[in-house]
């Protein structure tokens, strides 16, 4: 068992006879009154997100987890399939465990995080960012840059990504996978 204090994301939990990752939380402690934890959960069976607050103190039921690096190989309809890169056994996994599915290169490696009583995955980690080729956006007009303005974008996985504009088709562009937005214009 673990308090409120043992929070974080990423943290699995049992809640409401479910298995719920944490993908966001805050502590609160207000000036009149008990402190408590707003947390935001994801069902890693059913992908639904709920709000919740924890009181502080409260106990919370915590997860044994493995985390394993695997390597995705191609989907198929709405399964992924990826391929453990110890042992190169393959399993697959639903579009709505993942987090980002359409920020996913094939070839990319992940961390898949397992439940240890039972070995059933849980949760998919993707890095941190990605680097993606644009395949389609409209040209930018030269004298339209004075502003934060930007386009929709194509990049090589089929995602769309709002991207400033003067990037252009065949650019590599930086992705942040927890929020889908543009970080910058890579060069090689």
Known sequence: MASTSDIRKGLCIRYNNDIY???EFLHVKPGKGPAFVRTKLKSVSTGKVLDNTFSAGHKIEDVRVETRSYQYLYPEGETYHFMN?????????????????GLLKEGEIVKIMFNTEDSMPLSVDMPASVVLEVTYTEPGVKGNTATNATKPATVETGAEVNVPLFIN?????KIDTSTGSYMERVKE
């Open 85 to 101: 890169t110890d042992d190169y056994n393959q399993i697959t996994l639903q579009e709505s465990s993942l987090d980002a599915p």
């Open 21 to 23: 990752k944490i993908i």
């Open 169 to 173: 088709e065949g650019d590599k562009v």
